[in-house]
């Protein structure tokens, strides 16, 4: 079976340029997350998607960032624009629902320079 | 507060032998699911083990096994006979039924020595 697929795999880009970052959930899975990853502050999540509808983009660090989730079979999380603290691991994960194991793709490490 | 605390930053164990990864977790839920995750260098998260709260029996994969302490919130996890391989950061999580969440705790790095 295919897992959650990221792309791309890593991404360095400069400040003030646009990032989109790209999943593919689980077939059948109908949850899914976006989370960042970074020394300093773990694992953090950013939305929430539920059924294709974002439930809570509380974890969005500021308006920068935006996420869509079009159809059941794709989502993009976007910054724009960039920035050096920006810089980190980002993971999707998708899940059968709550209480469910999250299955997490490879990331997308992502360097700002 | 919902919360997960892994007490040990980091642990190391010789190739071969066993060890215990501890974790304690804060919720008034009752119902709820606690994994083990496991990243290693090539950073992918994997899920390792899962325990639902309403059973009794501890949850054992292969060499992983856990010891599930439901009164005193804890959610150990044991690996028999380490592997090079097993050496990564673990992460001790729970997700509750009525909210969406996982609760992460900050992770424990093992290290296998050959």
């Known amino acids: 079976d295919a897992g959650v697929i990221q792309s791309p795999r890593h991404e360095v880009t400069e400040m003030g340029q646009e990032v989109t970052l790209r999943c593919k959930p689980i077939s059948g899975h109908n949850s899914l997350f976006w989370y960042r990853q970074t020394m300093m502050r773990g694992l953090e999540l950013l939305i929430y998607f539920n059924n294709n509808v974002p439930i809570d983009d509380s974890g969005m660090p500021e308006d920068r960032f935006s996420a869509k989730m079009p159809n059941a079979s794709f989502s993009t999380l976007k910054i724009q624009p960039s920035e050096p603290r920006d810089s980190a691991v980002y993971f999707c994960?998708?899940?059968?629902?709550?209480?469910?194991?999250?299955?997490f793709g490879d990331g997308t490490r992502l360097s700002i320079l | 507060a919902q919360t997960v605390t892994q007490s040990q930053p980091e642990m190391s164990v010789q190739e071969a032998e066993t060890v215990t990864l501890s974790c304690t977790y804060d919720?008034?839920?009752?119902?709820?699911?606690l994994f083990w995750y496991k990243q290693p260098p090539s950073r992918q998260m994997i899920l390792v083990i899962r325990?639902?709260?309403?059973k009794q029996q501890n949850a054992t994969e292969n060499r992983f096994s856990v010891n599930f302490q439901k009164a005193a919130k804890s959610f150990s996890l044991k690996i028999s006979d380490s592997q090079l391989g097993d050496a990564a950061m673990y992460f001790c999580a729970y997700a509750v039924n009525s909210n969406y969440q996982l609760i992460w705790g900050a992770g424990t790095k093992l290290i296998i020595k050959p």
């Open positions: 994960a998708s899940s059968l629902g709550v209480l469910q194991p999250q299955h």
């Open positions: 919720t008034s839920e009752s119902d709820y699911y």
């Open positions: 325990q639902e709260a309403y």
